[in-house]
């Protein structure tokens, strides 16, 4: 006898706890409320789709932060070579770009979900295109808004794999949490990661140099002691890109808890302070300050223009103070900008609500996996790679799960919610 399986959502989490599902003999149904699957993952292909990241794994898990132990647990189970192999499986070969981030060879994400499909679809699972999952009927089961009206369904097991609350138009919009939360699951607030953050600039250095991107910079955060090295972009509203977004959960805890922080920006971070200190105390002359940068740093363009947008009349006439401004530019962060315009979420179903199947204590029979989890990490390939583990993990638990129901033992716990 075949059991019945249902996963919502259609995204790298669902789709590989429904590829394990299937293979361990399951009937798979999947639902999302897109008309396609997978359009976030094909979104991160535009950019290049960074799939995993080659650095050692002991320094791969510190990405989660405080996540570490859980993430850890699922990669020993699927961790970034067994992503590799995987791909590679599906007829896609990677490779380890400069920066040690794996990509697909010809970096796209559209030849890889297609063949996955093709995959799926002999394996058997049946999809179910624009079913938006809209919570459980009073009297059990799962309720659907769906072409043909509200349907209502009664799986043996459930994955949830509803993603976080960014870019919302792709399809997850996070309304899966006041869901969850109505059954007693604990829930952290979904929040912006990876994002873009706030600050005042002045008109005339928004409008000259908004989408101009500062590189070979250091950000540093003395409170979190957090440094790290990387480019950014400036934006009319604020500050954008990869360092930044390195650096985004503790930016945001710290505006949280202060309602504003204030980052360092070391211009030059491969020079000490007392070389910068020595090269500006050189006379300059009658040339201008401007050049005097130029020439003796190498400073120019949006660097030399931050200078100036944040120092007063008398630092920059004072070699050692401008010198220290140049290592360590105070900027006053205001706010994260908003969740839909974030990379990915942080927050979402916590982990004391899981056992290590990801299966939800209170909700037997319901896993859950992907960004809804609440973990974070930084961009470089860690948050497709905590997906598909979580995705793998969930998909193996609910697979025992079923073949539990199959084989009833005295103790064992029935379906609490389908
Ligand atoms: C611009 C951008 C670039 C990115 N680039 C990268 C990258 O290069 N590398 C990397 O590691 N990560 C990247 N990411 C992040 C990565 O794409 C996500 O972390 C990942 O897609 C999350 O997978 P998921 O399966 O958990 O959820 P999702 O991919 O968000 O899928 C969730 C699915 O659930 C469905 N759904 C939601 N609610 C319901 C409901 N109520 N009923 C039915 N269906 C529902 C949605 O329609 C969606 O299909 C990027 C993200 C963005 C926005």
């Known amino acids: 006898m075949r059991r019945t399986a249902v996963v919502l959502g259609g995204g790298p989490a669902g789709l590989m706890a429904a590829e394990v599902l299937a293979a361990g003999g399951a009937e798979v149904h999947l639902y999302d409320a897109m008309r396609s699957v997978g359009r976030k993952f094909l979104l991160a292909g535009k950019g290049g789709l960074n799939l995993t990241h080659s650095e050692a794994l002991d320094a791969f898990v510190r990405r989660y932060g405080a996540r570490e132990k859980e993430i850890d647990a699922m990669l020993g189970r699927f961790g970034p070579q067994a992503l590799r192999d995987w791909a590679a499986a599906l007829g896609i070969d990677t490779f380890v770009g400069s920066s040690g981030r794996v990509f697909p060879r010809?970096?796209?994400?559209?030849?890889?979900?297609?063949?996955?499909?093709?995959?799926?679809?002999?394996?058997g699972v049946m999809f179910h295109m624009r079913h938006r999952w809209v919570g459980w009927a009073p009297a059990g089961g799962l309720r659907f808004d769906a072409p043909q009206g509200e349907a209502v369904l009664q799986p043996e097991v459930l994955v949830l794999a509803l993603g976080g609350a960014s870019w919302?138009?792709?399809?997850?919009?996070?309304?899966?949490?006041?869901?969850?939360?109505?059954?007693?699951?604990?829930?952290?607030p979904l929040r912006?990661?990876?994002?873009?953050?706030?600050?005042?600039?002045s008109a005339h250095f928004a409008t000259r140099h908004a989408g101009q991107a500062l590189k070979s910079v250091a950000i540093e955060l003395p409170a979190a002691s957090w440094r790290q090295v990387g480019e950014f972009i400036v934006s009319g509203y604020g500050i954008e890109g990869s360092l930044v977004y390195a650096a985004s959960?503790?930016?945001?805890?710290?505006?949280?808890?202060?309602?504003?922080?204030?980052?360092?920006?070391?211009?030059?971070p491969a020079r000490s302070l007392e070389w910068v200190s020595a090269e500006l105390a050189h006379p300059r002359g009658s040339r201008s300050l401007s050049t005097h940068l130029k020439s003796r740093l190498g400073v120019s363009g949006v660097k030399a223009a931050l200078l100036y947008e944040v120092a007063d009349k008398a630092t920059l006439a004072d070699a050692a103070r401008l010198a220290a401004l140049s290592k360590a530019l105070p900027l006053t962060l205001k706010a994260a900008r908003p969740i839909d315009e974030a990379i990915s979420s942080a927050g979402g179903v916590r982990f004391e609500a899981l056992d290590d199947t990801l299966m939800l204590r209170d909700?037997?029979?319901?896993?859950?996996?992907?960004?809804?989890?609440?973990?974070?990490?930084?961009?470089?390939?860690?948050?497709?790679?905590?997906?598909?583990?979580?995705?793998?993990?969930?998909?193996?638990?609910?697979?025992?799960?079923?073949?539990?129901?199959?084989?009833?033992?005295?103790?064992?716990?029935?379906?609490a919610i389908l």
């Open 249 to 268: 959960a503790a930016l945001r805890e710290a505006i949280d808890a202060h309602g504003q922080t204030t980052l360092h920006l070391d211009l030059l």
């Open 363 to 415: 909700l037997p029979g319901v896993f859950c996996a992907g960004e809804m989890l609440d973990w974070e990490a930084p961009t470089g390939g860690y948050l497709l790679s905590a997906c598909f583990a979580s995705g793998r993990v969930a998909g193996e638990g609910a697979r025992d799960w079923l073949a539990r129901l199959r084989t009833p033992s005295p103790g064992s716990r029935g379906t």
């Open 106 to 123: 010809d970096m796209k994400a559209a030849p890889l979900l297609r063949a996955w499909l093709q995959r799926l679809r002999a394996q």
């Open 168 to 188: 919302s138009r792709l399809g997850s919009d996070g309304a899966w949490v006041d869901l969850l939360l109505q059954r007693g699951v604990a829930v952290a």
């Open 192 to 201: 912006p990661s990876n994002c873009g953050f706030e600050v005042d600039w």
